[in-house]
């Protein structure tokens, strides 16, 4: 576990030069959040299983579940920072075509990860394993599904707009 978060450090350095239109800055905050976010969570979870195999009574679902939401919290708070490109973000064909609509896509997803992530992790420290995966699960496909549905309504809206603008006198 701790080589991969490793590789996953060096993979998050290479990835500004393995882009093909060279859209993503190396030096950019988002990039560089993360940069360190992915390995800390690799570096998290490698602990959560240590401490389980040295007899620490950890019920390490419960764990993991913590540390996922704080991974989402931590990526939703840079997540409206990124510049569009091809490997960070709500990569839709729609999100990607469109500036603006990659703004206004990861404006929204970062604030509903940010959101989603808060309330997941009030629930956690209420909630049983047991019922909390399922809470886990539908917080997760919202704020995935949702900021997706949201990239192609203003697809659709745009696309609409530009159609109805070229028929006019």
């Not at 859209?23 to 389980?52: E, H």
Request: charged share 15%.
């Amino acid at each position: 576990i701790p080589l991969l978060g490793l590789g996953m450090y060096v993979l998050m350095l290479a990835i500004p030069w393995m882009d093909p239109k060279h859209r993503i800055d190396p030096g950019q905050k988002g990039v560089k959040a993360f940069r360190l976010i992915i390995p800390a969570m690799m570096t998290g979870m490698f602990g959560i299983v240590c401490l389980s195999w040295l007899g620490y009574p950890i019920n390490t679902s419960s764990a993991v579940y913590l540390l996922l939401c704080v991974l989402f919290l931590a990526m939703g708070n840079f997540m409206a920072t990124m510049k569009p490109n091809y490997f960070i973000g709500i990569r839709t064909p729609w999100t990607l075509e469109s500036p603006e609509n990659w703004r206004r896509t990861h404006r929204l997803g970062g604030k509903l990860w940010v959101f989603g992530s808060l309330v997941m992790i009030v629930l956690w420290l209420f909630l049983p394993v047991g019922v909390y995966f399922w809470v886990f699960m539908a917080g997760v496909l919202t704020m995935s599904l949702v900021p997706v549905g949201y990239s192609l309504v203003l697809y659709l809206r745009d696309k609409r707009t530009a159609e109805g603008s070229r028929f006019k006198v």
